[in-house]
């Protein structure tokens, strides 16, 4: 078993390298054993669409449509969500540049399962996992920190500042929202995230075109570990699937619509009122995928625990505190892995 200390069991093999190749079938490393491999979804179900325009002009009803969302799917998709759209285009298309950049500049920003800032491609750190099929690149914002950049193309960082006060915005709005709607005062969550010192990182992800979109996954199952996250999906490419009870749905992004998704910090701060629900990405034969992850998420040394409010006799707390660096030492080293980590945290009866 590997440790963070020791960096990557094994040498890392870009994705984009292996699809470049041209060559017909994946590596071992990534064929899926078959239970886990994508099965042709055949509903046609999609998550929660919000107009969050709608806390102007009917809050009433959007704030109740936003609590369904959360306690039912742990998804929606937010539209009118005042984030400009040539931003959001931009930002996408800025990433997309970044990952067709040469290997030798991409391999400057090599990361390791330490932090896992830079550029990655691989999640987990046990030698001999069978691997996703996607490449990364990882970045810590909040708190306030040395934010490794990428230097090319020479716009990102521009464009991301303003992304990403943007989508801090956003997210510290839905937290309000969140918290209004389970009867707790506004600021229950951003406080139980450590007030100003939340967490803030981005999650770039490349899905290369796959030969055998069948026998693999650009992402495997698994619920997010921090706080919420706030998807900037490709339009232009499905791929990101949820599980609603025991199928799997595709999301049909809108367009410019911005994913927001439960993560396990907020379904164990609501004692499970809200759920952080699994959800992976299938790869495509023809195309590749963009898509941006930013996790809102509390501050690392913050324990958390079910929100006191929300524990009764009638509902006792669900949940072992941890602190949020403990929580998420697990998928650093053990890669997506279902919603195994959550479940374990359930405290005895
Ligand atoms: C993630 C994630 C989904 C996607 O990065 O945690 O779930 O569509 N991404 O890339
Ligand atoms: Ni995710």
């Not at 959360?70 to 759209?85: A, D, K, S, Y």
């Not at 990102?156 to 500042?161: F, K, S």
């Not at 609501?270 to 759920?275: D, E, G, L, M």
């Not at 992850?293 to 006191?308: R, T, W």
Request: charge should be negative.
């Amino acid at each position: 078993m590997g440790s963070l200390d020791e960096g990557w069991p094994e040498p890392v093999v870009c994705v984009q390298s292996l699809s470049d190749s041209g060559k017909l079938s994946i590596p071992d490393r990534y064929i899926k054993p078959q239970p886990e491999r994508p099965s042709l979804s055949v509903n046609d179900m999609n998550i929660p669409i919000i107009d969050f325009n709608g806390l102007v002009t009917s809050p009433e009803a959007t704030m109740k449509q936003i609590s369904k969302a959360c306690r039912e799917w742990g998804f929606f998709q937010l539209v009118n969500h005042g984030v400009r759209t040539d931003l959001v285009d931009g930002v996408r298309e800025t990433w997309r540049e970044f990952f067709h950049e040469p290997m030798e500049v991409k391999q400057k920003y090599a990361n390791s399962p330490k932090t896992y800032e830079g550029f990655g491609s691989r999640l987990g750190t046990e030698k001999d996992a069978i691997l996703d099929w996607n490449d990364y690149y990882y970045l810590h914002y909040r708190p306030p920190c040395n934010t490794k950049w990428p230097d090319q193309p020479p716009s990102l960082r521009e464009v991301m500042e303003e992304y990403t006060s943007e989508i801090l915005r956003l997210g510290a709005a839905l937290l309000k929202v969140f918290s209004v709607n389970l009867g707790l005062k506004e600021d229950s969550f951003q406080r139980a995230f450590g007030g100003n010192d939340f967490g803030a990182c981005l999650r770039a992800n490349f899905y290369p075109k796959c030969p055998q979109p069948d026998l693999t996954l650009g992402l495997s199952s698994h619920s997010d570990p921090g706080g919420m996250a706030i998807l900037l999906p490709d339009e232009q490419v499905c791929g990101l699937q949820v599980r609603k009870d025991d199928q799997w749905v595709t999301i049909k992004p809108e367009p410019h619509a911005i994913i927001v998704n439960i993560g396990d910090q907020i379904q164990v701060l609501s004692n499970a009122i809200y759920k952080s629900v699994e959800h992976r990405v299938v790869v495509n034969p023809n195309k590749e995928r963009v898509s941006l992850a930013y996790f809102y998420n509390p501050k690392s040394d913050m324990l958390i625990q079910p929100i006191s409010e929300l524990v009764t006799s009638n509902k006792p707390a669900l949940y072992l505190p941890m602190t949020f660096e403990e929580y998420r030492g697990f998928i650093r080293t053990k890669g997506p892995q279902g919603k195994f980590q959550v479940e374990s945290l359930k405290s005895p009866r």
